[in-house]
């Protein structure tokens, strides 16, 4: 059974820093393509990076100012220079190999709220 739980969300400053976790197994990480997706009041969920052992993707909303990355057990997603429009509930995903649609992912987390104050 795959299990993901995030951590990390707050309130931070526009232009700071903070850095998501999604604790999962290393079987998990080693097994499946993982994925950050966040959803803003009233929008849809959009993704925002994903890895594959050593391959990363970025939506462009994000490149350049998130890094994705993982240990033997959890992904983290480091945002910096963050805007308001980072603000959302952030998941955590995993799914059988690499999509930018949240249909490719058949498992999440519960989510993590960011809001950037301005």
């Known amino acids: 059974q795959v299990q993901l739980v995030e951590s990390g969300g707050g309130l931070v400053q526009v232009g700071g820093s903070l850095r998501l976790s999604c604790a999962t197994s290393?079987?998990?990480?080693?097994?499946?393509?993982m994925g950050w997706f966040r959803q803003a009041p009233g929008k849809e969920r959009e993704f925002v990076a994903a890895m594959r052992w050593e391959t990363k993707y970025y939506a462009d909303s994000g490149k350049g100012r998130f890094t994705i990355s993982s240990d033997k057990s959890t992904v983290y997603l480091q945002m910096n220079s963050v805007k308001p429009e980072d603000t959302s509930v952030y998941y955590c995903?995993?799914?059988?190999?690499?999509?930018?649609?949240?249909?490719?992912?058949?498992?999440w987390g519960q989510g993590t709220q960011v809001t950037v104050a301005s």
């Open positions: 290393e079987y998990t990480i080693g097994a499946y393509n």
């Open positions: 995903a995993a799914g059988p190999s690499f999509s930018r649609s949240k249909e490719g992912y058949p498992y």
